[in-house]
T-cell receptor, first 115, second 115 residues
């Protein structure tokens, strides 16, 4: 049962344009969401997070939006750079709210930024 | 400040053998979680250790066991290896806030191949 879904396996974007990566979740107990970036042969690197009490969090070129009613979050990267090319994983946690402390991950979206 | 480290980097075993993977958490972290990432999938939670005890377990058989040491480092043991155990094994460390774990930071992983 996949509780976190990333329905786009891949995405290609021109350098300088906006990249939008999407993620859906099914468990209403999730209240903490994260995005990780993963390069080949490396572990996932934490990128940005958002708590369910917010609907937006920004960190430089990266912004995460959360729509709780739709159970949907997205990651915006503006402007996109070739170094952003990687696999992006969305993750969610209930932070002790009945789902335990584990993080549930999506299957990832491979982003390619074309120079 | 050293991040999360894992050893070995790669490992090749045959069916039926046993394997031990090791993880040292990021400085200041006291909680270690283990994940299995199969090819083309997101990380799947195996279990989490805090204060040398298994706090939570994902949907993995008893062949998967672990240990946490007083210095917070951890081991993952897999007995009676199956071909399907071939995967990237990721260790993630975090700090227990008293209610839940904070953001998890990943190591580079151990690539296990079972022949």
């Amino acid at each position: 049962d996949q509780q976190v879904k990333q329905n786009s396996p891949s995405l290609s974007v021109q350098e300088g344009r906006i990249s939008i990566l999407n993620c859906d979740y099914t468990n209403s107990m999730f209240d903490y969401f994260l995005w990780y970036k993963k390069y080949p042969a490396e572990g996932p690197t934490f990128l940005i997070s958002i708590s369910s009490i917010k609907d937006k969090n920004e960190d430089g070129r990266f912004t995460v939006f959360l729509n709780k009613s739709a159970k949907h979050l997205s990651l915006h990267i503006v402007p996109s750079q070739p170094g952003d090319s990687a696999v992006y994983f969305c993750a969610a946690s209930g932070r002790g709210r009945g789902t335990g402390n584990q993080f549930y991950f999506g299957t990832g979206t491979s982003l390619t930024v074309i120079p | 400040d050293a991040g999360v480290t894992q050893s070995p980097t790669h490992l090749i075993k045959t069916r039926g053998q046993q394997v031990t993977l090791r993880c040292s958490p990021k400085s200041g972290h006291d909680t270690v979680s283990w994940y299995q990432q199969a090819l083309g999938q997101g990380p799947q939670f195996i279990f989490q250790y805090y204060e040398e005890e298994e706090r939570q377990r994902g949907n993995f058989p008893d062949r998967f066991s672990g240990h946490q040491f007083p210095n917070y480092s951890s081991e993952l043991n897999v007995n009676a290896l199956l071909l399907g155990d071939s995967a990237l094994y990721l260790c993630a460390s975090s700090f227990w806030t008293g209610e839940s774990t904070d953001t998890q930071y990943f190591g580079p992983g151990t690539r296990l191949t079972v022949l």
